[in-house]
């Protein structure tokens, strides 16, 4: 089972190679990789991608010197573990480059007693999709023009070596596709080669019937029309390499994950001897969920009744409030008096309306006016304040 597994994730992680998995490095020196003038005819430089898990350099890969490079470790998903690269370079006018996408990846099952508990994350197909459907489904996603079909390099290695490691509880199955595409750069025609692969496992599980993991990886190659070649980007795929301390380590931890799975799948299977024995305590304590369930509907509904009533009371209470307030204006307006507020002490008081301007002095003098500019302040009676006129 370990076996298969590591032969799976080595065999599809890096499928743009065409030729397996690597076990040393390359030396990086001076190789031919195309004489356009953007693109280095001799001169590279070695980039490496680090899982940030095991903090580790899990590949390295030699590219030309001026190229731009980025990539990552992406740490499988919820229907399939297992990490796998992600990267993209290009020349630095970004006419020329390769990109490795994220992986897709989905799962299912055979038996209806058991299904896979999978996230957003994986696609929602039920059974293996060829390369040719994936491919179709990633022109659409990446909305290019489908020039023509093509055989991928490499193609027959990739599917003999997935299926020469079957057993008879577990199934591996390859398939490859490719097409030329086009699409626009800036008004430069972009010629590219996208290719899929896709890797598929299928396994008897005892107690729970035969599972299904489908992995697809997508790699695109692009150059200006009519300048794509092979020579260009071949060079540059041989160089990938897998970092087998960091295999290693991450193969261990795939065992031991198998050993937790084995370890639930026995204790599922204990359960299952003894959920005759639990059916009476399980329909107890399922009719005292349900009476609680009730009462608690009760409570709810009281709660809410009770929510209900004090919300008409505090709307009945706001609704005497404003009617009372309206009375008290027309009140004033029928006895010809103005509501005005002291800012200092916030007392309201009221005095005759026919005049704009009330002052008051800190003996409780008033005088009143229309002329704003009248401030009686320093005529030696007191300090006077302007009230304000309230509504």
């Known amino acids: 089972m370990r076996k298969n597994i590591v032969v799976l994730a080595c065999a599809v992680a890096v ?11 390359s030396a990086g020196g001076s190789q031919s990789i195309g004489s356009e003038a953007d693109i280095p005819s001799g001169a590279t430089r070695s980039v490496s991608i680090t899982d940030p898990i095991l903090n580790m350099t899990a590949y390295t890969m030699s590219i030309p ?13 919820s229907c399939s573990a297992g990490p796998f690269p992600v990267f993209r370079m290009m020349s630095p006018d970004g006419l020329y480059g390769i990109k490795n996408l994220p992986r897709l990846d989905w799962a299912w099952s055979d038996s209806p007693r058991y299904t896979p508990k999978v996230g957003s994350d994986c696609l929602p197909y039920k059974r293996e999709m060829s390369a040719a459907e994936v491919l179709k489904y990633m022109e659409g996603v990446l909305k290019v023009e489908h020039v023509r079909d093509e055989v991928p390099p490499g193609r027959d290695q990739f599917v003999n070596t997935l299926s ?13 596709a490719g097409a030329r595409v086009r699409y626009n ?3 430069i025609v972009i010629e590219e080669r996208l290719v899929v692969s896709v890797g598929c496992m299928a396994n008897d599980v005892l107690m729970l019937g035969r599972q ?3 992995n697809a990886y997508v790699g695109r190659y692009w150059a200006p029309q009519g300048k794509f070649s092979d020579d260009i980007y071949s060079p540059i795929a041989k160089t990938l390499v897998i970092n087998q301390q960091w295999s290693q380590r991450w193969s261990s931890q795939i065992v031991s994950q198998l050993k937790a799975m084995g370890e639930r799948s026995t204790n599922n299977i204990l359960n299952a001897l003894e959920a005759g024995g639990r059916q009476r305590a399980a329909e107890a304590s399922a009719f005292n969920q349900a009476q609680q369930m009730r009462q608690q509907q009760h409570d709810d509904f009281m709660a ?5 009533t004090d919300a008409s009371m505090a709307r009945t209470a706001a609704g005497a409030a404003a009617r009372q307030h309206q009375a008290d204006d027309w009140c004033d307006y029928a006895l010809d008096q103005q509501k005005r507020i002291d800012p200092n002490t916030g007392v309201i008081s009221k005095d005759s309306n026919l005049y704009n301007y009330t002052w008051v002095n800190e003996s409780g003098d008033r005088i009143q006016t229309n002329n704003i500019n009248a401030n009686p302040n320093g005529n030696g009676t007191g300090n006077w304040t302007l009230q304000e006129n309230v509504k």
């Open 15 to 25: 499928f743009f190679t065409a030729s397996g998995c690597h076990k040393s490095s």
């Open 65 to 77: 010197a001026k190229w731009l490079f980025d990539g990552a470790v992406i740490q499988g998903t």
């Open 164 to 176: 020469s490691h079957s057993t008879p509880t577990v199934t591996l199955t390859g398939d490859m």
């Open 185 to 187: 750069i800036n008004n």
């Open 212 to 214: 299904h993991t489908c």
């Open 304 to 308: 809410s009744m009770q929510a209900s």
